[in-house]
Nanobody
Framework: VQLQASGGGVVQAGGSLTLSCSASRRTFGRANIGWFRQAPGKEREFVAAISRSGSRTDYAAPVKGRFTISRDNDKNMVHLQMNRLRPDDTAVYYC????????????????????WGQGTLVTVSS
């Protein structure tokens, strides 16, 4: 499975940015997708996840209410809409995927995912 994250950039605090993750067509519809981020000098941490059908989502506490994850299975895309960005949101953002059965729980740990994209840098200036 190949994943491609895009949409990173520089934004002022309080602004918005949308990240996108594209995946190979054959597996996308069978995969839960997660977003993680890694700030300089810190461990990679969970941000959000969405089930293969799009019916279930999960968010880390620091982004709940500000970020929205969605997917378009017809276009093999997952989006992460990020609003009210803060300087501590600055990080490299990675999308990850794992093929699962329809009722599989959403994962929030790195080991819950088998495939990773290359990351896209988000910088939030104060």
């Amino acid at each position: 499975v190949q994943l491609q994250a895009s949409g990173g950039g520089v934004v002022q605090a309080g602004g918005s940015l949308t990240l996108s993750c594209s995946a190979s067509r054959r597996t996308f519809g069978r995969a839960n997708i997660g977003w993680f981020r890694q700030a300089p000098g810190k461990e990679r941490e969970f941000v959000a996840a969405i089930s293969r059908s799009g019916s279930r989502t999960d968010y880390a506490a620091p982004v709940k209410g500000r970020f929205t994850i969605s997917r378009d299975n017809d276009k093999n895309m997952v989006h992460l809409q990020m609003n009210r960005l803060r300087p501590d949101d600055t990080a490299v953002y990675y999308c990850a995927a794992k093929e699962v059965i329809l009722t599989a729980p959403l994962g929030s740990h790195r080991d819950d995912y088998a495939y990773w994209g290359q990351g896209t840098l988000v910088t939030v200036s104060s």
